[in-house]
T-cell receptor
Framework: GDSVTQMEGPVTLSEEAFLTINCTYT??????LFWYVQYPGEGLQLLLK?????DKGSNKGFEATYRKETTSFHLEKGSVQVSDSAVYFC?????????????FGTGTSLTVIP | SQTIHQWPATLVQPVGSPLSLECTVE??????LYWYRQAAGRGLQLLFY??????ISSEVPQNLSASRPQDRQFILSSKKLLLSDSGFYLC????????????FGEGSWLTVV
């Protein structure tokens, strides 16, 4: 079945450091891939998405490229800020699944220190 | 534009009491609707999803139930809460087309005491 595996945290970085959060997936069809961000006490917000192979999603300085050959969708940011501290979830949507189900990774907690 | 709201935002309930969480979506029609639970420090667990009125699928056997009395309304209920029901509950919606995105409500904190 479909699944998402993402890098376990927590991750602690200094401000302006480079960020990579790894995400790999397993899917039977042709999934769309997403990164969501969750700030403390809030719901999940869409950060970026990619709907086909080699697409690059980007938003707020974050980027991720849909790599079909490695079944990966790693999240990167060149210079993190304290305000980026949050939990990040990788997800996929497989149109072949009943009810258009979404599959989420377990989340990676990021703390950025000044 | 589409919006999703769920309530209440927080509640503290005694063991054995009933539960009702409500969620409504505005600005779209015939959405897919979802209930997720997020235990403290853990990932998302899909509880229920619905592709239409009276079409609800349960992902995890438990003492919770869901209903969809109207196209854009999704309700999560329990007749008797357990301590293990404590957590952060998230309602979400999506449209059923290729490349669709799932959008989440603000979440509801439930503490069973």
């Amino acid at each position: 079945g479909d699944s998402v595996t993402q890098m376990e945290g927590p991750v602690t970085l200094s401000e302006e450091a480079f960020l990579t959060i790894n995400c790999t997936y397993t899917a039977t069809g042709y999934p769309s891939l997403f990164w969501y961000v969750q700030y403390p006490g809030e719901g999940l917000q869409l950060l970026l998405k990619a709907t086909k192979a080699d697409d690059k999603g980007s938003n707020k300085g974050f980027e991720a490229t849909y790599r079909k050959e490695t079944t990966s969708f790693h999240l990167e940011k060149g210079s993190v800020q304290v305000s980026d501290s949050a939990v990040y979830f990788c997800a996929l949507s497989d149109q072949g699944a009943p009810g258009n189900q979404f599959y989420f990774g377990t989340g990676t907690s990021l703390t950025v220190i000044p | 534009s589409q919006t999703i709201h769920q309530w209440p935002a927080t509640l503290v309930q005694p063991v054995g009491s009933p539960l009702s969480l409500e969620c409504t979506v505005e600005g779209t029609s015939n959405p897919n609707l979802y209930w997720y639970r997020q235990a403290a420090g853990r990932g998302l667990q899909l509880l229920f999803y619905s592709i239409g009125i009276d079409q609800i699928s349960s992902e995890v056997p438990q003492n919770l139930s869901a209903s969809r009395p109207q196209d854009r309304q999704f309700i999560l209920s329990s007749k008797k809460l357990l301590l293990s029901d404590s957590g952060f509950y998230l309602c979400a919606w999506s449209q059923g087309y290729s490349g669709n995105t799932i959008y989440f409500g603000e979440g509801s904190w439930l503490t069973v005491v």
